[in-house]
């Protein structure tokens, strides 16, 4: 059985492989074990490629080479493949996080950070605030702050907002544990529910809203449809840090 030309583009991009490769594993798929030359024949790629293509899809871990003559190929269960995508993946990931996480502590970003610093004051205030509008927008534009946080996080909100909030700081956890930033959760809702290092504090206020580091403060506002949802954010030190002073007051 041939798969269809839209479904080898859609397999080609999730899994990373080349139009040849793509088409030599299908072919092994559907015929279970077979010779480089019969594969040339079922998958259309040239036989002066199919040997290249194989080896490649060995050391991916797609096929496995049955030693003979002729050498015959094996495809390897789609199930065990995806795992191993998943894994390699996953340390990928790992090394890039470690490899920018370095960055930080050389010389290259504390110019980086001085030319910031440099900028900044060169800023007006009109281009410190921005509006987002949609939940998706909002829920990625809090995400996006909450990893440039340093030294603290406050997050408010309300039953309306309380399940994208929770599934936000879910991912953003341990990225903050790991740069010992002290994070606050509040919330008008009864929660029995483990978020590891973050602390969680039962409030009275009906408010949605999140800060960090005292300098940034993101309000977010719902629109009579959630995809409507909106966000206003501003960076202003002096202004934060007395808004939550008020907050932390109005708790008491």
């Given at each position: 059985m041939l798969i269809?030309?839209?479904?080898?583009?859609?397999?080609?991009?999730?899994?990373?492989?080349?139009?040849?490769?793509?088409?030599?594993?299908?072919?092994?798929?559907?015929?279970?074990?077979?010779?480089?030359?019969?594969?040339?024949?079922?998958?259309?790629?040239?036989?002066?490629?199919?040997?290249?293509?194989?080896?490649?899809?060995?050391?991916?871990?797609?096929?496995?080479?049955?030693?003979?003559?002729?050498?015959?190929?094996?495809?390897?269960?789609?199930?065990?493949?995806?795992?191993?995508?998943?894994?390699?993946?996953?340390?990928?990931?790992?090394?890039?996080?470690?490899?920018?996480?370095?960055l930080a502590e050389t010389d290259i970003f504390e110019e980086l950070e001085l030319l910031h610093k440099t900028g900044i004051k060169k800023i007006d205030v009109e281009n410190i605030t921005d509006s987002v509008v949609g939940r998706s927008n909002v829920n990625k534009f809090l995400k996006d702050m909450l990893s440039r946080a340093k030294k603290s996080v406050t997050v408010v909100t309300n039953e309306e907002g309380l399940k994208h909030k929770i599934k936000v700081l879910k991912k953003a956890k341990d990225s903050l544990a790991r740069k010992k930033v002290k994070v606050k959760f509040y919330t008008n809702v009864n929660l029995n529910i483990d978020l590891g290092n973050i602390e969680i504090v039962d409030t009275k206020h009906d408010a949605r809203f999140a800060s960090i580091d005292d300098e940034e403060i993101f309000f977010v506002m719902a629109g009579k449809d959630p995809e409507y949802d909106s966000g206003v954010w501003i960076k202003s030190p002096y202004f934060v840090s007395a808004l939550n002073n008020l907050f932390q007051k109005g708790l008491k």
């Open positions: 269809q030309k839209e479904s080898l583009q859609e397999l080609r991009q999730r899994f990373k492989l080349n139009i040849y490769e793509i088409k030599i594993w299908t072919a092994i798929l559907s015929k279970g074990i077979a010779a480089a030359s019969e594969l040339a024949e079922i998958s259309g790629v040239p036989r002066s490629r199919c040997y290249d293509v194989l080896e490649g899809l060995e050391k991916k871990g797609f096929i496995i080479m049955k030693i003979g003559k002729p050498i015959k190929y094996i495809a390897v269960q789609p199930e065990a493949v995806v795992e191993r995508i998943k894994k390699r993946l996953q340390e990928d990931a790992e090394q890039q996080i470690q490899t920018v996480e370095k």
